[in-house]
């Protein structure tokens, strides 16, 4: 809560997750580890970001299966307390990729489903409160993706689409018009 960027790692080794958080102003020299009593389960993703906007990063758990469910848990108390569990409505995304962005830009992080296929890649995003897709659309990227990420690329103060695939390419969707001098 000091607006520096800390380094988080995750640690699903165990049966309960472990945070271990490096301090930025140390250099990330000094760290602290997160004991927490969130079960780890195979094909859970973990994200971070401000869910409530009280300054500090919660833990989101999403559970892949028939089903899926997210829950999320406050850093305010190192992640003890679980803020929301909510079923999405979405069925399996085994082979889904997660990440938050604002495309709305109220401040709220929103999930951004992205699922890739021979034929595209689909994209859902769920407004936060993650009950229902509130936006849909496809990209022609038919590549398999290793991960994504929304974070402004052009600096238009709008999250763009980072995709990152298994040949090592990096492509990013703008989420704006493009600005000048922007390919």
Known sequence: RVGRNDLLLLDTSGPMLDIE????????????????????ASGDQYLLGDHNRDSYIDLYVIHRGPATTIDIFSGADDFATNLLSV?????????????LGDPNLDELPDLFVVTPSVDGTAVEILANGYAEVTSTFSLDLSVSLLDVLVN??????????????ETGTLTVRLGNSRLSGVS
């Open 87 to 99: 079923d999405t409505g979405l069925a399996d995304t085994s082979t889904s990729l997660f990440t």
């Open 152 to 165: 402004d690329y052009d600096g238009d103060g709008r999250g763009d689409l980072w995709f990152w695939d």
């Open 21 to 40: 958080v490096s301090l930025k102003p140390t250099g990330f020299a000094e760290s602290k580890t997160i004991t927490t009593s969130i079960p780890v």
